[in-house]
């Protein structure tokens, strides 16, 4: 996979194209997580859910570029 996509001669990086389709994958989880009460035993579930984006975002880069 290229570093960087070229679109119209602006280069953009792929990992902001990882983006949007990581806050998908996000936010169905939280949906998920919420739903089944798993915040009740975290203490800080806005925390928590910071950590987990940027874990899955990472995990999707380093996918990305292994």
């Not at 936010?27 to 998920?32: E, H």
């Not at 950590?51 to 899955?56: A, M, T």
């Amino acid at each position: 996979m290229p570093r960087e996509l070229s679109v119209f001669s602006i280069y953009f990086p792929t990992l902001l194209l990882l983006l949007p389709l990581t806050a998908i994958v996000h936010w169905t989880l939280d949906g998920v997580l919420a739903r089944i009460g798993f915040y009740q035993h975290v203490w800080h579930p806005s925390l928590f859910r910071l950590s987990s984006f940027v874990c899955l975002y990472a995990a999707a880069g380093l996918w990305l570029y292994h």
